[in-house]
């Protein structure tokens, strides 16, 4: 492969999350994080590619079983994508607000998707034309990277809500973010592996309800933020 071909595939690649990460951290107007910590997200995010990839493959021979294979395999993705975040952030005691659980898994999980991306486009540099590779990479813009999204979306959800609960309950809620985060990615993956081209467009427009449906989780856990802020202002005040 030449130079220009390796560059467009890059692009390809890590473009689209890099776009996607400006949008949420756009809804993330109240706070901003820090870009430091954010960038680390999001390129171990990207080396978590490997660390997936490598367990998966210890575990292929495991679940001969296409589907329950992909379902370990999806689980393994959000295993690592949070491991990330968990080492990085929680661990560091970085993360202050309910809404920053969400921030920091969306982009562990974009920085997981541009990595993913680049390589399989690569491959069909490699194997296709041009024109094939856009339509590769825009597909992949709308579903593989959305959904990496939402299903990391919902652990970030689960940490937020419980973010001012006992830590037993904390661990309930990390625990049932992975297995819903788990569930919607495998949901997918198997959805677009047994279905025809004319039902892929209407497995796509069920992620896009799904990233509205995200949107207006944002702004419930803003409202937290919110009133949040109110009580420590009033207690100040007092």
């Known amino acids: 492969m030449d130079g220009t071909r390796f560059l467009y595939a890059l692009i390809i690649g890590i473009l689209p999350p890099l776009l996607w990460l400006w949008f949420w951290l756009k809804e993330d107007n109240l ?3 820090p870009r430091a910590v954010l960038a680390k ?3 171990y995010g990207m080396l978590g590619v490997f660390v997936a990839v490598c367990a998966q493959w210890l575990t292929s021979s495991l679940f001969p079983d296409n589907i329950h294979r992909y379902i370990v395999w999806a689980g393994i993705e959000e295993i690592v994508k949070f491991g990330i975040v968990y ?3 929680i661990a560091e005691g970085k993360m202050d607000e309910p809404i920053d659980a969400m921030i920091y898994m969306i982009t562990a999980a974009l920085g997981f998707a541009a990595l993913e991306n680049t390589l399989f486009t690569l491959g069909a540099v490699n194997q296709g034309t041009i024109f094939s590779t856009i339509l590769i990479g825009n597909m992949r813009f709308i579903g593989a990277i959305l959904v990496h999204v939402i299903s990391s979306a919902m652990i970030g959800f689960m940490l937020a809500i419980s973010m001012y609960g006992q830590k037993v309950l904390k661990i309930i809620a990390g625990i049932v973010g992975l297995i819903l985060a788990t569930a919607l990615h ?5 959805s677009i592996i047994s279905s025809e081209t004319s039902s892929i467009l209407k497995i796509l ?8 449906v995200l949107i207006l989780i944002f702004e419930e856990i803003k409202g937290i933020e919110i009133n949040e802020d109110a009580k420590r202002a009033k207690l100040k005040q007092q």
Do not use: I, Q, S
Not at 186 to 190: G, S
């Open 186 to 190: 495998a949901a997918f993956n198997l």
């Open 41 to 43: 997200c999001f390129f």
């Open 31 to 33: 706070h901003p994080e």
């Open 87 to 89: 080492v990085v952030v």
């Open 205 to 212: 427009a069920w992620v896009w309800v799904a990233v509205v």
